[in-house]
Every structure is written in C-alpha cells, then in structure tokens.
C-alpha cells in the first residue's frame, strides 16, 4: 500500500471518534460516549488533520465547529460508518445472506402487510426481516435496503419492480362533519375543505375529472403521513380521498363514512422494488413469492365480498 492510500485510510477509532465529535460538538461529550478520555479524542483529531493536512474543526469556547471541510467530510463519514455497522451486525449474527431488510409504508405496513405477516414466518423461518418505514420516494439501496413496498408509477429507474395492487380511493368525512356540511352531488365538494396527501399531489384533481367537474384550486391542509389525515378527518376537519381497505376499522366502528359514492382507482399503485443487484437474493426471491400469492388470495376476496354485496 502506498503512502498517498494509507493517508486515505484513517483508523476507525479516529473516524469513530470524529464522528462523535461532530455530532456532539464537544470532545469531552464525545470521550463521554466513546468511554474515552478527553485527551484521547483530541490527539485522535490532531492525528486526522494532520494526516489530511486541513483543519477540521474551530475550536469555540468549551465547544468545537465543523469547518466546511470538516462538515463535508461528517456527512459522508457518517453514511459510511452506519453501512459498516449494518454489515458488521449481519456478519455476526452468521445469516448475513438469509436477512431481508425491507422498507414499508407506515399505513400499508401496519394494516395490511403486519397481519399477513406470521405467514411468511411460518413458510421461511430461515429468514430475519429487518423492518424500517419511509415516506415519499427514497434511494432503495443507498438507505441499504434489500426491498421496498412504495406507491408510484411503474418506473423506478435502478429496481426491479413488482406490481402488487392498484389503489381505489373515495372522498371520506366523518358524519358529524357531513351532517353539517350535506353534499347532493359531486360538485358539492368544491365549496368544502379538503384534505390532501403529500404523496397524492394530484388525488384530487384526478377524482374531480372523472366525475366531469372542474376541479378546485387545490389549496388547503397537506399531510405527511396517512394515519394523520384519517385522524383529521374523524376530527371533521375535511373530506379527504382515502383507500377503503386500508381504513376498514374507521369505516366498521361508523367513525369514517363515504361522502359521496364514487370510488377512484388512484393513478398510483402498489409496488415492490428491488435494486437489480439484490433482486435474486434468497431472501428477496421468497419474500416476493411469498407477497405476490398474498395479494392475490386478497384480491380474489375482495372480488368475492363485491360480488356478494352487488
């Protein structure tokens, strides 16, 4: 190894300790951390700029400040430090190849795939599921993970992509609110507050052509996450489009009802994604079969409840 590329290679004690530092912004909270000593954090950072030949921090008071290098270089350090914890924690527990770590949608995750669950268990108990949840779009395999459940379009540049279900949407209230706020036609709507999803942009105006009215200036509450726009409606807050199935319990228990019936298939659906470099994995093989037999079973009970109450 040359000269030039063991500069370029820093103890992981020293970057371990960099990073507190950072993040803390002292080195006496950061040798707190580490279990160190005051002494040993600060040699540890004359040590790294020294080897880097810049200054990487100001020292302030009791305090210390990033400078621009050093911040940089902090953002970096600390993706790459959590990817070698990660790898480091798979490689201890031995089953390194039989892990899945996959990414789910708050509300999809909890209401329709956590039920269904145990069965993948029982089927593939070889198999150790990592769970985390994301919102919005995200870079699969730079966040590490194996596979992800997300609502889009089909393309998805860098996955192989799943398609699992399309989504079906209608304007929910809760009754208090449309006790007050009565609606005779589509149109009705326009005049109300109505709520929106941040993942769903177009949700609205998509409904309203499909009912052939002029759709509203799309102003008013945006949300972040499902669970919260359902709870705002329960609050009477608005009418917002939601997908049925996934508020069952809100719609059994008479707290959401359907203000105007006319259902939507949303322009965005279900999908799984996996980077094309992990898609043959083992794991991601299993758990793909596995979910794609779960929706069907699903969507053929869906059909089957339809039919019954046609």
């Known amino acids: 190894m040359s000269t030039m590329q063991r500069r370029l290679l820093p103890a992981m004690g020293a970057l371990a300790a960099f990073e507190a530092v950072a993040r803390l912004g002292s080195f006496s909270e950061a040798a707190r951390e580490l279990s160190l000593t ?6 540890q950072m004359a040590t790294l700029e020294g080897q880097f030949g810049i200054v990487l921090f100001e020292r302030r008071g009791r305090g210390v400040v990033l400078t621009k290098e050093g911040a940089a270089y902090a953002t970096t350090i600390r993706e ?4 070698i914890r990660a790898a ?10 039989q892990t899945l770590n996959l990414a789910i949608l708050p509300t999809f ?3 329709w795939l956590m039920p269904r669950i145990p069965s993948f268990i029982t089927q593939h108990p070889e198999v150790t599921l990592n769970f985390a949840t994301r919102i919005g779009h995200f870079d699969v395999a730079h966040d590490d993970f194996d596979t992800a ?12 992509t799943t398609f699992l279900m399309h989504e079906t949407v209608a304007p929910m209230a809760s009754p208090a609110f449309l006790r007050d706020n009565p609606i ?12 929106h999803l941040e993942s769903r942009p177009e949700a609205w105006e998509h409904w309203f052509g499909s009912v052939g009215v002029e759709a509203p200036a799309m102003h008013g509450m945006r949300f972040e996450q499902f669970s919260i726009v359902t709870q705002a409606c329960i609050a009477g807050v608005g009418i917002a489009l939601l997908p049925q199935f996934l508020i069952t319990s809100e719609i059994e228990s008479g707290q959401l009802v359907v203000a105007f019936d006319h259902p939507v298939r949303s322009p965005r659906s279900y999908y799984l994604l996996s980077p094309h470099d ?22 053929q009970e869906m059909q089957s409840i339809e039919k019954a109450e046609a």
């Open 278 to 299: 992990r898609a043959d994995l083992p794991p991601v093989v299993a758990f793909r079969h596995w979910l794609v037999a779960e929706v069907a079973a699903w969507s």
């Open 184 to 195: 005779a036609a589509p149109g009705d709507l326009a005049r109300l507050p109505l709520l």
């Open 80 to 83: 790459a430090l959590a990817m």
């Open 149 to 160: 459940i997300q609502i889009g379009s089909p393309e998805w540049p860098g996955m192989e």
């Open 109 to 111: 995750g909890t209401r």
């Open 38 to 43: 005051q002494s040993a954090v600060s040699k």
């Open 88 to 97: 480091s924690l798979r490689a201890m527990s031995g089953k390194a190849s």
